[in-house]
């Protein structure tokens, strides 16, 4: 079952493939494996930025260069939905979204993609030294030389995206069509409430990220000497006193539905209103094929109702 990413024609199945894993957690070979899977499931959206993994030492925006490998090793990039994001600190020294910035590295994430178009191209986090007039007017000129199709806001709150769909509306600009902020069933401010609101009433589509909270939502993590690993500082965040509540009720729920804590927790965003698909990552077939049964994981009301009120 498709769902329409906001106002544009793309309709995707309800999760989207986070790549942050990959060159990272994830070497090459892994990654193809794993891409092949997603799609033999029938999911079609990945979602990359270009400063995906930099971190890794000597690491230059692999995440986009394993992609663009895969594509063209199986000739599939028309039957795959390809969101990128610009903006981060890829080099340039400071978050950018200047008209001269995007410019730049939208000609160096096609490249490295190995395609002419992106499907999505996101502000991966506001620039407060740009006019918001400024970064759409760049995006205008990429969509009509057919570079990027839609463009996403990630990172922004009610005034920030507000104030850029005024923008577009008044100065007849492209229109931010979708959203990509943090949610999870801990992380719930950076969505619900005005965030929320808006965007059911704009008809903008939502692609939330860290849908498993760097991995706590899985539960196996629920005491400090379980803190170790890659993920391990990342987690630390959850594990309080509402995060332990959470587990409690994920516990519950897996009791009596036998889908694993992650499944749940994949399927409580899924259900949630104005959301049209969580961004969740693996670094192993096992992991990937519980975020596919997750996706087609339909929870009952009181499932979800038990859930929502334990991560209030």
Do not use: C
Not at 23 to 43: P, Y
Not at 125 to 147: C, F, H, M, N
Not at 253 to 277: C, F, K, M, N
């Amino acid at each position: 079952m498709t769902r329409r990413l906001g106002q544009t024609d793309i309709a995707i199945a309800p999760l989207v493939f986070g790549t942050n894993v990959i060159g990272w957690t994830a070497d090459e070979a892994t990654s193809f494996a794993l891409l092949d899977a997603f799609v033999a499931e029938g999911f079609t959206a990945l979602d990359t930025a270009d400063v995906y993994s930099r971190w890794v030492p000597g690491n230059d925006s692999e995440s986009e260069r394993i992609i663009g490998r895969w594509l063209k090793a199986r000739g599939n990039r028309d039957g795959i939905h390809l969101f990128t994001k610009v903006g981060s600190d890829v080099g340039q020294g400071k978050i950018d979204l200047s008209a001269k910035w995007i410019e730049q590295a939208v000609e160096a994430s096609l490249q490295r993609l190995q395609t002419d178009y992106i499907d999505l191209y996101q502000s991966h986090w506001p620039d407060p030294t740009v006019s918001q007039e400024e970064t759409l007017t760049a995006y205008d000129r990429l969509i009509r030389a057919g570079k990027v199709r839609f463009i996403g806001a990630s990172n922004y709150d009610a005034a920030l995206l507000s104030e850029a769909l005024s923008v577009s509306a008044d100065k007849g600009l492209p229109r931010y069509r979708t959203l990509q902020n943090e949610y999870n069933l801990h992380k719930r401010d950076t969505f619900e409430g005005p965030v929320q609101e808006l965007v059911l009433r704009e008809g903008i589509g939502v692609i939330s990220y860290y849908a498993l909270a760097a991995g706590f939502l899985t539960g196996k993590y629920r005491t400090e000497a379980d803190l170790k690993g890659a993920r391990g500082e990342s987690v630390r965040r959850y594990l309080d006193e509402r995060g332990l509540r959470i587990l409690a009720a994920l516990d519950t729920v897996a009791g009596r539905t036998g889908a694993a804590h992650s499944e749940i927790a994949l399927a409580w965003i899924i259900a949630q209103p104005g959301i049209t698909a969580p961004i969740a990552s693996a670094t192993s077939l096992p992991q990937l094929e519980s975020l596919v049964r997750g996706a087609r994981l339909a929870l009952a009301p009181e499932d979800l109702a038990l859930l929502t009120e334990a991560g209030r």
